[in-house]
């Protein structure tokens, strides 16, 4: 069932058209993904959508009695009451509905209402109705599910007394959005849901969203969280906009089919047209062909000319060039201890840094990953421990929130006053390479957009030609695309990382290593992100068998039986998943099949075939061959279910 419909839509400002022509369908329980680049429309689109603004062109049709949550990227709770009061607000009329049950269970044991039996019956009536309305609305679980949700985004049982003025405004936006997640609207508009939350409330984010039971429309630059949310993808590109059915990985190589098909169509159109148009200039004169030529031009200027597909906007285009190599040893740090004056936030902290290795920073917000970063560079004291660099190192550093960009100066003024003795063409160049061309290196600093800024900085970067890069949530303001850009430059990259980011689809592209940070440790681990969850997960399975071993077997060593039961555990997830998977591919073979077998019975039945002794000989073999093929599919199905079953058991 539809449940919102956008035709036609437009926004524009002034000449400048930002989209037209759009289109777009939400169904009940879909997952959609609306994605482009920055200024391309999302933000100003989910508003329109959401009957905040009105578009331009076109219309927005909805399902009657349709309820839309809208949470944009900057919204926040204020409120006078406690973060309880304020959340439980939420469930007001089934509290209300829950004191009526109450009157009504009250009423009936009234004895002047039993002594009326219509009155009575009513009265139960009445009394059954408001006991079904309080099941199908988890009269009897909402608050169990309040606390899951607030345990959710960080908000524990010694916060829920706490008056929200005074959570810090990081705390303020995730408050919103546990309230608008607690409505249970039908269709949930989030814009950039994914910002400033750390990787943990992420994963329970996504978790959470997977059961939700409206529909989703969320812009995101995460591509992780997409991956796992979307069912379907909308995007705007070069102000139109193209429907995906499929998560994002899906999106981008179904994107690429369909741009190299658009190509093979356009340069088919183009061969034909050049032939026409030769046919006509070499015969229109001719009085035996005129009239050919004739029909042949007449065709040109009806033709629906195609314009040549564009792959999309222009991307950024830069690299991290180093001016001189490190030493092996880029950094040690040993037993170091971090925070601000004597209220430390993590400790001990162990680092040994070589050169070329790129280490992603992780862990819960507030544990101290920036106050690390501020630290080795020293614009923090180290609490203590000892903090040491190998030789020949240039430390480059890039600040999430752009403090190192000037308050007054132009984008030229910004790079050229750093590099004076670079000519303005080159400058001009190097800008240009970060997407500033023409005008917008007139702009000043504060009138730039969030992404906009961080190119700048990253601009700055480049050219310090540093062999050690500290970068703190680089990936922040910028688009999917640009993003992409940046880890294709920080791969290259011949110098170390040291780098802080929330975005796992970043972490798990750039890091050879993960560094976590906690209260009591830190915690070293040689891989990519997928290698660190994968490797705490199977911390935290051996540390619960362990506890199950203790409690069951105190004869046999807890750990060394906690440690046999995982493995053996872990290799029949192993078969269990392997079988699934085969099952899976087999279905789909299968499904091809039927659709195929479907396609040639239906052509046996066209008169142009049945009338074709020959035609009819050809698929009658082919729909043979197909049906042995697929009774032999069927019997590979049902060995991989039995042995499935069996392992089950």
């Not at 949310?229 to 981008?252: D, P």
């Not at 047209?273 to 009806?302: C, G």
């Not at 920080?490 to 970043?506: A, C, M, N, P």
Request: proline content about 3%; charged content about 30%; overall charge negative.
């Amino acid at each position: 069932m539809i449940l919102l419909q956008g035709q036609n839509l437009a926004r524009h400002f002034g000449p400048t058209v930002l989209f037209e022509q759009i289109h777009i369908t939400i169904q009940e329980n879909e997952r959609i993904a609306l994605v482009g680049r920055n200024g391309a429309g999302k933000s100003t689109l989910l508003k329109i959508l959401a009957n905040l603004e009105p578009p331009d062109e076109g219309t927005v049709a909805k399902r009657k009695n349709l309820s839309v949550g809208y949470l944009d990227q900057h919204s926040a709770v204020d409120s006078t009451k406690t973060i309880w009061e304020e959340m439980l607000s939420v469930f007001d009329p089934i509290i209300q509905l829950n004191q009526e049950a109450e009157k009504a269970a009250l009423a009936l044991a009234d004895e002047a209402l039993i002594q009326d039996e219509v009155a009575f019956v009513e009265a139960l009536k009445r009394y059954d109705f408001l006991q079904l309305e309080l099941q199908k609305k988890n009269a009897y679980g909402y608050e169990s599910e309040l606390r899951s949700v607030l345990h959710g985004f960080k908000f524990y049982e010694e916060d829920y007394n706490r008056p929200i003025k005074q959570l810090s405004g990081g705390q303020k936006t995730r408050l919103a959005m546990a309230k608008i997640l607690l409505e249970k609207n039908d269709l949930l508009i989030l814009d950039e849901p994914t910002n400033h939350l750390d990787i943990e409330t992420l994963a329970w984010l996504e978790n959470y969203l997977l059961g939700y039971p409206g529909a989703l429309l969320i812009v995101s630059h995460d591509r992780y969280f997409l991956d796992k949310i979307a069912t379907g993808v909308y995007e705007i590109s070069q102000n139109k906009i193209h429907q995906y059915k499929g998560n994002y990985s899906f999106f981008l190589k179904e994107k690429a089919a369909r741009l190299e098909q658009e190509m093979k169509q356009y340069e088919k159109q183009q061969a034909e047209i050049a032939k026409l148009e030769d046919y006509v200039a070499r015969n229109l004169v001719r009085a035996s062909t005129t009239k050919m030529a004739q029909s042949r031009r007449k065709r040109l200027e009806k033709m629906d000319r195609m314009d040549r597909p564009k792959a999309g906007e222009r991307s950024a285009r830069f690299s991290f060039p180093i001016e001189r190599e490190s030493g092996n040893v880029v950094l040690m740090l040993e037993d170091g201890a971090i925070g601000y004056d004597d209220t430390i936030l993590s400790a001990p902290i162990q680092m040994d840094v070589r050169k070329r290795q790129a280490i992603g920073i992780v862990g819960p917000n507030g544990i101290g990953k920036s106050t690390l970063l501020k630290t080795l560079i020293k614009e923090l004291p180290l609490l203590n421990g000892k903090l040491h660099y190998g030789t020949n190192v240039d430390i480059g550093y890039y600040d999430q929130e752009l403090k190192n960009l000037s308050t007054n100066k132009t984008v030229l003024a910004e790079i050229w006053d750093l590099h004076p003795t670079m000519n303005e063409k080159d400058v001009r160049s190097m800008l240009g390479s970060f997407l500033f061309t023409g005008e917008d290196v007139e702009k000043t600093i504060p009138s730039l957009s969030g992404g906009e800024k961080a190119r700048l900085s990253l601009c700055k970067l480049a050219l310090e030609a540093n062999n050690l890069l500290m970068l703190d949530e680089p990936t922040n303001h910028l688009d999917i695309d640009s993003k992409e850009v940046l880890e294709n430059a920080l791969i290259e990259y011949d110098g170390t990382l040291l780098f802080i980011s929330h975005d796992r689809y970043f972490i798990n592209r750039i890091a050879t290593s993960v560094l976590e940070l906690s209260a009591e440790r830190s915690s070293y681990y040689m891989g990519d992100y997928d290698y660190y969850v994968a490797k705490k997960q199977e911390e935290e399975e051996l540390a619960r068998l362990s506890k199950e071993a203790e409690e069951v077997d105190t004869t046999e060593a807890p750990v060394e039986k906690a440690k046999t039961d995982y493995h053996l555990q872990k290799e029949r997830a192993k078969t269990e998943r392997k079988l699934i998977r085969a099952i899976e591919a087999l279905e789909a073979s299968l499904h091809e099949l039927e659709e195929t077998i479907t396609q040639v019975e239906h052509k046996l039945t066209l008169p142009e075939v049945f009338g074709d002794h020959e035609e009819v000989q050809k698929y009658h073999d082919q729909l043979l061959k197909l049906q042995v093929k697929q009774e032999q599919l069927m019997e590979e199905w049902e060995a991989e279910n039995l042995a499935l079953e069996e392992l089950m058991e």
